[in-house]
Every structure is written in structure tokens, then in C-alpha cells.
């Protein structure tokens, strides 16, 4: 019964490279979110995913940010040519999302990205 | 945008002592979460509130939905070691695209030196 598996769970990246973070939903979950946590900060929420459609990216920064939920695979979130302000951890969540209202979301566990 | 003020930022608990912590919002939700978030993990989900007057238990851990929809409160009881952590309170409004959470910035658990 795994949970939500994020990878890699730690990410060095120099200046002007791409971040791919990676993130499994749990077995059932069709919904993925995707959130940012600066040290000493709560969760900020970035993006919201069904397979293949964006249902909500009003957290995302339009430029360079990007995330897909392909109908097969991962979802991916993409950061292109990183900045030093882009280090924080990286969180997805998943839910079943059901009708009834009831909408629990179970986090992974992050992935810690650092732009040196 | 919606803002959730959590409280305290930090508390140092003895070993059985009860803790209690709240969030207030200045709007509504109609859902309530609390997590517990351990170094280097993502958090957990201790207890989710549906209801506007809703009180949940869960072990040692009580949450109550305020009957405004603007707060919330999360109580543990006979405190123990391991309770240590941030414990993150998280609203939202479920319902067509929206679904994501809102959350306080922490309520950071220490044991008393």
C-alpha cells in the first residue's frame, strides 16, 4: 500500500540548469498537487492536476514553471534554467477527489531542491 | 488572497501536559485539515473536518471546525515525545476547480529542556 513516492528526494542543480521533480500519485488517486515550502514557512500551493489537464496553476509562476500529469506516468513539475530562489522543498500531494465531498490530501516526501 | 493565522508559532510541552493550538481565517472554508510535519518528511494527515461545528477525534488529538468556518483548533492530550513537530493547520474550498489547500505557517512542538 505505498504512499505518494516523489523522486529524487534531494536535487542539486547549478544556476541556469532544468529541475524535473517526479511524483507517483497514491494507487486510486487521479489528483495531483503540487506545493512549495520555503524553511520555516508553511506549504504554498503552486498547481493542480488531473491526467493530461492543468485544472488550476494560479500558484505556478507563469515563466519558467511548468507541470503535466500524463496519462501514463508520473506527474512531472519542470523548473527551466533555476535561480537561486527557486531552492525550497517541493511537495505532491494526491486524492481521490470523490463526490462526496470528501477530499483528503496525502502528501509525499518532498523533494529538497538547491540552486548553488 | 485567503490568509490563515496560526497560533502559537512555538510551544515547549512537558511530557503529559495537554497542548492546544488554533487557526483563524478571514474568510470561509468548508474544509478543515491538520497535518504533522516531522524534519526532512512531508506531512502527515492527523484529522480532517468536514462540518462546520464538527468535532473529530483521533487518539490523543481532538480538532474542532468553528462554527464561523473562519477557525479551527487542534488539542492533544497527555502529551508524549514523540508528539514533537510542526503541526500545520489547512484550509479549503472544495468544489469544481477548486481543491487547493491554504495553510498556517506552523505550530512548532518542543520538549521543555
Known amino acids: 500500500n505505498a504512499g505518494v513516492m516523489q523522486n529524487p528526494r534531494h536535487l542539486v542543480r547549478r544556476r541556469g540548469q532544468e529541475a524535473r521533480l517526479r511524483c507517483s500519485p497514491m494507487?486510486?488517486?487521479?489528483?495531483v498537487y503540487w506545493y512549495r515550502q520555503l524553511p520555516e514557512e508553511g506549504l504554498k500551493f503552486m498547481v493542480y492536476?488531473?491526467?493530461?489537464?492543468?485544472?488550476?496553476e494560479s500558484g505556478m509562476p507563469k515563466e519558467r514553471f511548468s507541470a503535466e500529469f500524463p496519462k501514463e506516468g508520473p506527474s512531472i513539475l519542470r523548473i527551466q534554467q533555476v535561480v537561486r530562489g527557486d531552492s525550497a522543498a517541493y511537495f505532491c500531494?494526491?486524492?481521490?477527489?470523490?463526490?462526496?465531498?470528501?477530499?483528503?490530501?496525502?502528501f509525499g516526501p518532498g523533494t529538497r531542491l538547491t540552486v548553488t | 488572497g485567503q490568509q490563515l493565522n496560526q497560533s502559537p508559532q512555538s510551544m515547549f510541552i512537558q511530557e503529559g501536559e495537554d497542548v492546544s493550538m488554533n487557526c483563524t481565517s478571514s474568510?470561509?472554508?468548508?474544509?478543515w485539515l491538520w497535518y504533522k510535519q516531522d524534519p526532512g518528511e512531508g506531512p502527515v494527515l492527523l484529522i480532517a473536518?468536514?462540518?462546520?461545528?464538527e468535532l473529530t477525534s483521533n487518539g490523543r488529538l481532538t480538532a474542532q471546525f468553528g462554527i464561523t468556518r473562519k477557525d479551527s483548533f487542534l488539542n492533544i492530550s497527555a502529551s508524549i515525545p514523540s508528539d514533537v513537530g510542526i503541526y500545520f493547520c489547512?484550509?479549503?474550498?472544495?468544489?469544481?476547480?477548486?481543491?487547493?489547500?491554504?495553510f498556517g505557517k506552523g505550530t512548532k512542538l518542543s520538549v521543555k529542556p
Open positions: 500531494a494526491s486524492s481521490p477527489r470523490k463526490n462526496t465531498g470528501v477530499n483528503e490530501q496525502y
Open positions: 473536518l468536514y462540518k462546520a461545528g
Open positions: 492536476l488531473q491526467k493530461e489537464n492543468i485544472i488550476d
Open positions: 494507487k486510486g488517486h487521479s489528483h
Open positions: 489547512a484550509g479549503m474550498n472544495y468544489g469544481g476547480s477548486q481543491g487547493n489547500l491554504i
Open positions: 474568510s470561509i472554508f468548508n474544509t
